[in-house]
């Protein structure tokens, strides 16, 4: 199974920062990696597919790059509603995996 | 607009089989698969398997061959998921999603709202 690794595993920031996720996979999976938010309670939500497209209906302050094993999630400017766990995702082979998530906490 | 709906909470004891249900609407169920995807307590997100709405093939993860059945009814647009002789190690949160794409577990537009299934004697 292809590991996912992210960092931080969690992260305090103050509104309206710029703030970054890292996702390294255990090898190369192309641009298949999706990016969930899940606040406390409920189900994930999609935010960003195929590396870099953002999921309709998504703000555009959050964008996502990268290919190969190196992914990057950023969160432009960030608002009290972005307090939430953020996971990153492979589908490039079966079974798809998850990373461990990354905690974004409101400094 | 596209729902998934999964039923309600359940408690087991080990050893036991449950069922969870997964119906869906606002979209054409034959059009889609869906994955199972559950989430211990505190922890984080696993994939358990996939199902085509269109013609019931599976695709299961490894670790839960020949403890767990995934079906659907396409006459209700129901998914099912069934998982037997369960652990306490199987106490988690269980999500219905949708496969965004035609292909078994790619990412998962659409989630259910969760089903918590206990495993305690």
């Known amino acids: 199974d292809i590991q996912m690794t992210q960092s931080p595993s969690s992260l305090s920031a103050s509104v309206g920062d710029r703030v970054t996720i890292t996702c390294q996979a255990s090898q190369d999976i192309s641009n298949y990696l999706t990016w969930y938010q899940q606040k406390p309670g409920k189900a994930p939500k999609l935010l960003i597919y195929?590396?870099?497209n953002l999921e309709t209906g998504v703000p555009s302050r959050f964008s996502g790059s990268g290919s190969g094993t190196d992914f990057t999630f950023t969160i432009s400017s960030l608002q009290p509603e972005d307090i939430a766990t953020y996971y990153c995702q492979q589908y490039d082979n079966l079974p798809p995996t998850f990373g461990q998530g990354t905690r974004l906490e409101i400094k | 607009q596209v729902q998934l709906v999964q039923s309600g909470p359940e408690v087991k004891k080990p050893g036991a089989s449950v069922k969870v249900s997964c119906k869906a609407s606002?979209?054409?169920?034959?059009?889609?698969?869906i994955s199972w995807v559950r989430q211990a307590p505190g922890q984080g997100l696993e994939w358990m398997g996939w199902i085509s709405a269109y013609n019931g093939n599976t695709n299961y993860v490894q670790k839960l061959q020949g403890r767990v059945t995934m079906t659907t009814d396409t006459s209700t647009s129901t998914a099912y998921m069934e998982l037997r002789s369960l652990r306490s190690d199987d106490t988690a949160v269980y999500y219905c999603?949708?496969?965004?794409?035609?292909?078994?577990?790619?990412?998962?537009?659409?989630w259910g709202q969760g089903t918590l299934v206990t495993v305690s004697s």
């Open positions: 999603v949708r496969d965004a794409r035609a292909v078994a577990g790619t990412f998962f537009d659409y």
């Open positions: 195929d590396a870099s």
């Open positions: 606002g979209y054409t169920f034959t059009s889609y698969g």
